[in-house]
């Protein structure tokens, strides 16, 4: 396992803001901690991945308690954090350069939320030749307004995006899978 990194992405307390609506997965953090355990205990390369918000109102500007990352994903001293703007993990920061220093080709991704950054990361972790193994039940998404003017239940765009991506850019598997291999 000491090629395959754990990456987390924008596990902050700003993803609680009920501006974002209903969410989906309430034991979300609950498995990324019991990720983030496991690659502790092995000592395997962890990655901790911050959204820096631009956005004027967000709950993910630096500048704001929401910004802080969630007690469940805490970075430890030495696990590095890499800093984004835009949805994916890759782009503005040296995310890839790290992985690629350390030969690392396998990523397991977990974190937030399952149709923004932690889709938008994925698809482009595999774009980038990475093999990706996304740990669905430890992730979760917000309910959204659909442009006809109806809404899409958090579940629904849950459900919908891990589909989207499952064989074609990863592997969804669950905490429970990992856990146990």
Not at 78 to 84: A, D, N, V
Not at 95 to 124: F, K, P, Y
Request: with cysteine.
């Amino acid at each position: 396992m000491s090629d395959i990194a754990l990456v987390l992405i924008d596990v902050q307390k700003g993803i609680d803001d009920p501006r974002m609506g209903v969410r989906n997965n309430p034991r979300a953090e609950e498995n990324i901690a019991a990720l983030l355990k496991l690659w502790r205990e092995r000592k395997q390369p962890i990655a901790h991945v911050q959204h820096n918000s631009t956005e004027p109102d967000s709950s993910l500007r630096p500048d704001s308690p929401g910004h802080a990352f969630k007690d469940a994903a805490l970075p430890l001293d030495g696990e590095p954090i890499f800093q984004k703007t835009v949805n994916s993990a890759f782009i503005g920061t040296n995310l890839e350069d790290w992985l690629r220093e350390r030969s690392i080709n396998e990523l397991v991704v977990a974190g937030m939320t399952t149709d923004h950054c932690v889709s938008t990361s994925v698809r482009m972790a595999e774009n980038l030749g990475f093999t990706v193994t996304l740990v669905g039940d430890a992730t979760a998404a917000h309910g959204h307004a659909s442009p006809d003017g109806g809404t899409i239940r958090a579940d629904d765009v849950y459900r919908i995006n891990l589909a989207s991506l499952h064989g074609e850019f990863c592997t969804v598997v669950t905490t429970e899978s990992v856990l146990g291999s």
